[in-house]
């Protein structure tokens, strides 16, 4: 009883009461969860930088845009079912919240046997993609063997991460977090130190921690007295559910995961001057995620609140949010970026051995280089956010797959092959390509965004 009313007291309606106080609730939990999520790979990459040698690390770190690419598809699609759910909850509509989540469910379950099939199957496609070094090239076979053979508890956990978020619930998907990140951690330890198992350790502990997330999540949607418990007498797939479902969500879906996989063709570019730039690429890489968390906290909030309040019908309230969020995104990011652009060299040895000053001395380079621009990134990721809140997912999706994979990969073919190929002109690739997304998605907030009737 004590965590059904855990649950049922972190049941947010965000049509009502301070906004600011609603998204700062909303996103600390999501940001903690967030960087739990993210200390997955991370803390392989530490452990094999660390313990291992710097092939390891630079194979555990360049599968990351990967399985990147799997979480960005099943994040994506989550989003639209999240953003279903929690318009019919602002609406107050408890028998359409209840067939959102099992139609949510089952799609779930459907998809786990196809990502786990069509994972394994193209692990020699991705390492082709990757064209590392063939030492580096094993060890990441290695790890996304392992990875794709476990994926469904990954992908479980977001499924009820989602459902839960979509009724104001951020807290539970933290603790979850919480709790499989210090198994991933104890794990990685003793696969690696204790059984000098290597590239394969942290693979299994990750795989191993991602399950106890989806046990723990799976739990409280079976045994929760809110209008999301789940019964399994009652799994099926409501048609026209999951048509909403799949419009707001399969856009997301395919921009985050062919963003994610874009990234693959950047380390094709940076693999091409040699191993100390490779370990540099991946340690910004590890941080740059990390200066996203805040704002993507901050965006899922909004595309939450955007949700519940235009499902309730108010559409004041609903760009105000969006506002909010905007300069919350700007004034946690910037508090982020400036003490790590100072302190860069302390902050990449955190992630290899301080023997490799070639690995530290371009790590730290990439990382002050491209510092200042996430706060164009803070642009793009809330309005994108919003546009999915109010089901607009396309025009964030368009938006977004131009900027951060054609205009990308159009602009590292000009200017390595005519102007100059320099790991500084791949590395400036990524905010060029912000900065652009921020400008079109701006653009279509302003004229698609829903606005008041003159009227009112």
């Given at each position: 009883?004590?965590?059904?009313?855990?649950?049922?007291?972190?049941?947010?309606?965000?049509?009502?009461?301070?906004?600011?106080?609603?998204?700062?609730?909303?996103?600390?939990?999501?940001?903690?969860?967030?960087?739990?999520?993210?200390?997955?790979?991370?803390?392989?990459?530490?452990?094999?930088?660390?313990?291992?040698?710097?092939?390891?690390?630079?194979?555990?770190?360049?599968?990351?845009?990967?399985?990147?690419?799997?979480?960005?598809?099943?994040?994506?699609?989550?989003?639209?079912?999240?953003?279903?759910?929690?318009?019919?909850?602002g609406a107050h509509d408890r028998e359409?919240?209840?067939?959102?989540?099992?139609?949510?469910?089952?799609?779930?379950?459907?998809?786990?046997?196809?990502?786990?099939?069509?994972?394994?199957?193209i692990v020699p496609l991705m390492i082709d993609i990757l064209d590392s070094h063939a030492e580096v090239a094993a060890e990441q076979a290695i790890y996304l063997r392992i990875y794709f053979a476990g994926v469904s508890g990954l992908m479980?956990?977001?499924?009820?991460?989602?459902?839960?978020?979509?009724?104001?619930?951020?807290?539970?998907?933290?603790?979850?977090?919480?709790?499989?990140?210090?198994?991933?951690?104890?794990?990685?330890?003793?696969?690696?130190?204790?059984?000098?198992?290597?590239?394969?350790?942290?693979?299994?502990?990750?795989?191993?921690?991602?399950?106890?997330?989806?046990?723990?999540?799976?739990?409280?949607?079976?045994?929760?007295?809110?209008?999301?418990?789940?019964?399994?007498?009652n799994l099926r797939i409501n048609g026209e559910i999951l048509k909403s479902e799949i419009r707001i969500g399969f856009p997301s879906a395919i921009q985050m995961s062919i963003t994610a996989f874009s990234n693959v063709f950047v380390y094709s570019y940076i693999n091409f001057f040699g191993t100390d730039i490779t370990g540099g690429w991946t340690a910004y890489n590890k941080i740059d995620q990390l200066f996203f968390l805040p704002m993507q906290s901050i965006s899922m909030a909004t595309t939450t609140f955007v949700g519940q309040n235009l499902g309730a019908g108010d559409i004041k309230r609903a760009r105000r949010g969006v506002g909010t969020a905007l300069m919350m995104a700007f004034a946690s990011t910037l508090c982020l970026v400036i003490p790590v652009m100072i302190f860069a060299p302390h902050i990449v040895s955190l992630f290899i051995d301080d023997s490799e000053a070639g690995v530290i001395n371009y790590g730290t380079m990439f990382l002050r280089m491209n510092g200042l621009f996430f706060l164009a990134a803070c642009v793009n990721q809330v309005l994108g956010a919003a546009m999915r809140g109010c089901g607009k997912s396309e025009m964030a999706m368009i938006a977004m797959l131009f900027s951060f994979v054609l205009f990308r990969q159009v602009y590292l073919f000009v200017v390595t092959r005519y102007i100059a190929n320099t790991p500084q002109t791949v590395g400036i690739s990524f905010p060029v390509g912000w900065t652009v997304c921020s400008i079109i998605i701006g653009i279509f907030y302003l004229v698609a965004f829903p606005k008041e009737r003159s009227n009112k």
């Open positions: 009883m004590a965590a059904i009313s855990l649950i049922r007291k972190n049941e947010t309606d965000m049509t009502q009461g301070n906004i600011f106080t609603h998204i700062v609730a909303f996103a600390i939990p999501l940001l903690m969860g967030n960087l739990f999520q993210q200390l997955y790979n991370t803390v392989d990459t530490w452990v094999v930088g660390n313990y291992v040698g710097k092939v390891a690390f630079s194979a555990v770190g360049q599968v990351s845009p990967v399985t990147n690419t799997v979480i960005g598809f099943f994040s994506g699609f989550s989003s639209g079912a999240s953003v279903v759910i929690s318009r019919y909850f359409n919240v209840s067939k959102a989540v099992h139609t949510y469910v089952t799609a779930t379950l459907i998809l786990c046997v196809v990502f786990t099939i069509l994972g394994t199957l479980i956990y977001n499924m009820g991460s989602a459902i839960l978020r979509a009724i104001g619930n951020s807290t539970f998907p933290f603790l979850f977090l919480l709790v499989s990140t210090v198994v991933n951690i104890v794990l990685d330890l003793i696969f690696v130190i204790k059984f000098n198992m290597g590239t394969q350790g942290v693979a299994t502990a990750t795989v191993l921690a991602q399950l106890v997330s989806a046990v723990l999540v799976v739990i409280v949607l079976l045994r929760t007295e809110t209008v999301v418990r789940v019964n399994l007498r």
